[in-house]
């Protein structure tokens, strides 16, 4: 790939200028060279303008202007022209996925609160990506972590306007979108590579206040036929709600059911807050007394340890930019987990959140606590509802590392998962900056359970793939508020597609686990997480590639058409990879949608026997309807309570697997194709297996991977690596979507199946065999 160009501008603030630490570890030595030749900084002339190039046939990208301030760095601005109005990234916030170039300003400055539109929300990512006439894009990413406005203007135009820092610019030029992404992550890391049982359902709730009331909700899951791969719990397991503790009252015996959860082939994750009590008296809170003996602490002018209020009453904050705070982390997690041998991490309150402005104390009256431009942020000052902007960390102030703290905990904790489990680590996080999907997912916070917040769930979701954090989803029927019986099924129906998949509501709503809705509500959610479950090897396989590839797992149609303009807006549908296009009901009661499908043809995959769990062998999706051969155009499907539309795109083969009520049962059973054939009878798939959960598995050599071809009449498989991992995977049907006439004769590896079927009204050919994944095979028809 050419080399990007990258634009560099600085202003010295008159505190001293801060960087954003590495991205990655081969940018260390980029970084520490610019800033030597570099030295003492200076901005170019006010006003200089910068045009890029893109080369023929592309047209200019019209440039930044330097900044312009009144005091030095305290200040920056950077405005751009733009080439088109069709702008996305800049996240967090909540809304469509294209923003408004009409005067909207974006504040990035991450901050506790239940997300609604027009405010700054829990994570910072300034990159933006820009759709340009005939399917060209280009992206700009700014490595800067101070607060900052990002205003789109009508011209159209955009201004950056920072709080301080330095203008570290880096443009993307494609010049297709999805070349702008893999660009992107090529700066700020490929996503990590979760582990498998990562991908099944989670259940949470604030709110189950003992072993015995946990231990009843995965009983209940279980008699109603659930599959249920993760049991989380909330606050409710902590001693006075302080971290690495649990309450021998309600949880004495927390340690037995999290070993029961796994002899029952699950997993178990607990929340975990930055935030650490400093208000227990002296050696009896060990995770406090040696953050003392060991300085990881934020500490206020005074060098003393910033005193805050969360959950636990006063509290401290770990600085996790400190090498002793990682190690101190990393221990901490260690001696808890030798109690309680959980398997990841749920990280939360980590923008950081603060229930009292600043600090207990206040905050001094100081240039970084009033400084010269504030951004729109809620509350009017960086201190609301987080520590105080002067406080001291290792590498800077917090006022120029705040948007870092979630990131930074993430790898905290990645890396403390590593060295406790010696398997790959499970972090899921509230707030997230540039570079987070490499170490841990995110979930997009306390949403309310409303129609509205569901439909917005599609865009966000996108969004965060665009940005490599693919581990994504939204809480299933909502966190806040009382959720409705046709929200629930319909959320759950359309959380079957996030990439995360966790249900978890608030302590005072009404409980909404699958089992407490009617039997219709039910049967409509378990044929929803059938689908998902039969389709976690085709999801496992596209977090590979995006782990390896920087590839998005949901994306939005227009990564996959950039050059159809009809997709560039569409925010209400979802792709799995390039193969699966995902169209959900997002309004109430309504029994019909109105979905955009791009040029080809869309094979139905909406109906799934609603069979027990676990029945063998995997029947696949049947279609019921002839195919969609689009042109361009908008389609109304039909759209029941217990469906949720699903269409394979011609040209693509998944994997599908049996079921089970956890994926250590799923990942046992028979596996099926089905093949999507073009108009000219081609279709290409993979599949990507190893253990699941090991370290490395791709660097040892330790992983199977198959490529199914389908042409002439023939799907075969293509070994290109095979191992022990996954070579053993049986294969007992084929689908063939898309076969124009009846075969007179089926062979599987040249012997002849006499109990094929055909079906003339949908096309398709449906092929029992009796073959291993690892071993080459050809089925073929005539």
């Not at 093949?675 to 993979?686: I, W």
């Not at 991992?725 to 089926?746: D, F, I, S, Y």
């Not at 079927?757 to 080459?776: H, N, R």
Request: proline share 8%.
């Amino acid at each position: 790939m050419t080399k990007l160009p990258t634009l560099t501008c600085c202003a010295r603030p008159h505190w001293a200028w801060h960087w954003v630490p590495a991205l990655r570890e081969d940018q260390r030595s980029r970084q520490q060279a610019l800033r030597g030749a570099l030295g003492d900084p200076a901005c170019p002339q006010p006003g200089l303008i910068h045009t890029l190039q893109r080369g023929p046939p592309g047209g200019a990208l019209r440039g930044g202007r330097a900044p312009e301030a009144g005091r030095p760095g305290a200040f920056l601005q950077l405005s751009t022209s733009l080439p088109s109005q069709h702008i996305t990234g800049l996240a967090e916030h909540l809304g469509s996925l294209m923003l408004s170039t009409n005067w909207t300003k974006i504040t990035l400055w991450n901050r506790d609160i239940a997300p609604e539109p027009n405010v700054n929300l829990y994570g910072s990512h300034p990159f933006y990506l820009v759709l340009e006439d005939g399917g060209l894009a280009h992206g700009v990413f700014l490595l800067n972590s101070n607060a900052m406005d990002v205003i789109l203007q009508p011209s159209p135009a955009l201004s950056w306007r920072s709080t301080g820092g330095i203008l570290d610019m880096y443009i993307f030029l494609g010049p297709e979108p999805k070349s702008v992404v893999r660009q992107y992550l090529e700066v700020v890391g490929s996503p990590f590579m979760p582990p498998y049982w990562g991908l099944g359902l989670h259940l949470c709730r604030w709110g189950y206040t003992s072993t015995a009331v946990t231990r009843q909700v995965v009983e209940n899951m279980t008699r109603a036929d659930f599959p249920l791969d993760t049991q989380w719990n909330d606050l409710d397991y902590m001693d006075a709600r302080r971290d690495f503790t649990f309450n021998k009252d309600g949880f004495g015996d927390f340690p037995a059911m999290v070993q029961e959860l796994h002899r029952s082939g699950r997993h178990y994750v607990m929340i975990v807050d930055p935030a650490i009590s400093s208000s227990s008296p002296p050696g009896s809170y060990r995770p406090y007394d040696e953050g003392l003996r060991r300085k990881v602490f934020i500490t206020n002018d005074t060098g003393q340890p910033l005193i805050g209020k969360v959950w636990p009453g006063f509290t401290a904050f770990p600085d996790f930019t400190s090498p002793e705070a990682l190690d101190w982390w990393q221990d901490m997690v260690a001696e808890f987990h030798a109690q309680v041998p959980f398997d990841g991490m749920w990280i939360d309150m980590n923008e950081p959140s603060n229930f009292v402005k600043g600090s207990v104390d206040g905050c001094p009256d100081s240039d970084l606590e009033n400084p010269p431009y504030v951004p729109g942020v809620v509350g009017g000052t960086l201190r609301a509802a987080t520590i105080c902007a002067s406080s001291h960390q290792f590498l800077s102030t917090h006022y120029n590392l705040h948007n870092l703290y979630g990131l930074t905990e993430a790898l905290a904790s990645h890396r403390a998962l590593v060295k406790a489990r010696g398997t790959r680590p499970f972090v899921i996080s509230r707030s997230t900056f540039a570079g987070h999907g490499r170490y841990a997912g995110h979930w997009t916070g306390d949403v309310w359970s409303s129609w509205e917040q569901l439909a917005y769930s599609v865009p966000e979701i996108l969004l965060f793939n665009l940005l490599g954090v693919p581990l994504v989803g939204a809480d299933v029927c909502g966190f806040l508020g009382n959720t409705s019986e046709e929200l629930c099924v319909r959320w759950t129906q359309l959380g079957a597609f996030y990439p995360f998949m966790r249900n978890h509501n608030d302590l005072h709503s009404l409980p909404q686990e699958p089992y407490r809705f009617s039997e219709t509500a039910q049967r409509a959610m378990r044929k929803a997480l059938a689908l998902r479950y039969r389709l976690l090897p085709h999801l496992y396989t596209l977090f590979h590639q995006a782990h390896v590839g920087g590839e998005t797992v949901a994306r939005p149609l227009f990564l996959e058409f950039p050059e159809d303009p009809c997709t560039w807006a569409v925010d209400r549908q979802l792709l799995w990879g390039a193969a699966l296009l995902i169209t959900p009901v997002l309004e109430a009661g309504k029994v019909e949608v109105t979905g955009y499908f791009p040029a080809g043809t869309w094979y139905d995959l909406q109906t799934v026997p609603a069979e027990a769990l676990g029945s063998l062998p995997p029947p696949p999706p049947a279609p019921v309807t002839p195919a969609i051969h689009s042109r361009g155009q908008w389609v109304t499907l039909p759209a029941p309570l217990d469906t949720i539309n699903l269409h394979l795109r011609a040209g693509h083969i998944i994997p599908l697997q049996g079921l089970g009520l956890t994926t250590t049962e799923s990942r046992k059973q028979p596996m099926a194709l089905v093949a999507a054939l073009t108009t000219n009878g081609e279709a290409r798939g993979e599949l990507f297996w190893d253990d699941g959960e090991s370290l490395e598995t791709l660097e040892r050599g330790a992983y199977t991977q198959v490529v199914f071809l389908a042409k002439n009449n023939t799907v075969v498989n293509e070994l290109v690596h095979v191992t022990s991992e996954g070579a053993g995977l049986q294969l007992r049907k084929a689908t063939v979507l898309g076969v124009a006439a009846a075969p007179k004769q089926v062979l599987s590896n040249g012997v002849p199946v006499s109990n094929f079927t055909y079906s003339p009204d949908t096309k398709t050919l449906d092929v029992p065999v009796s073959l291993t994944m690892g071993e080459q095979f050809v089925i073929s028809w005539s």
